[in-house]
């Protein structure tokens, strides 16, 4: 299994560009998640999905936008990138989440992402 | 809500030196904890977990995390560390009905 695999790596956008960061997952899980990293901040949740139709939000969402047509892909868009976006960003995915949460996420190997 | 502190930003150790991570939660009822460890330039990838049982859990590469409720912890340790632990090490907190909850992470640099 290749996990979680991420594209691209590593993307610099202008202020006002757009762009989709594409995540997949071959294990068969059903959730998946978006989170982001900044130094010394952790990881933020931006949206979740329990399975292929259902989205929702976390704690950062504002600024992105999200879709799930298939269990084994979770898109991740930017409409209007902005400075505040430079972070990168991490797919991860498991097989439950909320009801189990003994359960281990596996993540991806990220998007570091610059808005200039 | 639940919140995840580490209290140690950036350490720095000599090889053979003994490790402690410190990680405190915040939140009453039954929690499951974690352990996530990112090495230079690449994804995170899972330490050690606790959902129930010993508080003593053992992980990969010879790490060991203690659960104390009474204290809201959940100290990660390892007796003597090696140059290949320079990582950036995550404590996260998970309950039912909630989402994975990390902390803001520790930088572990380990000189040869």
């Known amino acids: 299994n290749a996990g979680v695999t991420q594209t691209p790596k590593f993307r610099i956008l202008k202020i006002g560009q757009s762009m989709t960061l594409q995540c997949t997952q071959d294990?068969?899980?059903?959730?998946m998640y978006w989170y982001r990293q900044d130094p010394g901040m952790g990881l933020k949740l931006i949206y979740y999905?329990?399975?292929?139709?259902?989205?929702d939000k976390g704690e950062v969402p504002n600024g992105y936008n999200v879709s799930r047509s298939t269990t084994e892909d979770f898109p991740l868009r930017l409409e209007l990138a902005a400075p505040s976006q430079t972070s990168v960003y991490f797919c991860?995915?498991?097989?439950?989440?909320?009801?189990?949460?003994?359960?281990?996420?596996?993540f991806g190997p990220g998007t570091r992402l610059l808005v200039l | 809500a639940q919140s995840v502190s580490q209290h140690n930003h950036h350490v720095i150790l000599s090889e053979a030196a003994s490790l402690e991570l410190g990680c405190n939660y915040s939140?009453?009822?039954?929690?499951?904890l974690f352990w996530y460890v990112q090495y230079p330039g690449q994804h995170l990838q899972l330490l050690l977990k606790?959902?129930?049982?010993?508080?003593l859990v053992k992980g990969i590469k010879g790490f060991e995390a203690e659960f104390i409720k009474s204290k809201f912890s959940f100290n990660l340790r390892k007796p003597s560390v090696q140059w290949s632990d320079t990582a950036e090490y995550f404590c996260?907190?998970?309950?039912?009905?909630?989402?994975?909850?990390f902390g803001g992470g520790t930088r572990l640099m380990v000189k040869p």
């Open positions: 606790y959902f129930s049982g010993d508080p």
């Open positions: 294990m068969n899980h059903n959730y």
């Open positions: 996260a907190v998970h309950n039912a009905g909630n989402m994975l909850t």
């Open positions: 999905s329990v399975g292929a139709g259902i989205t």
């Open positions: 939140y009453g009822g039954t929690v499951n």
């Open positions: 991860a995915s498991s097989y439950s989440g909320i009801e189990k949460p003994q359960e281990t996420q596996y």
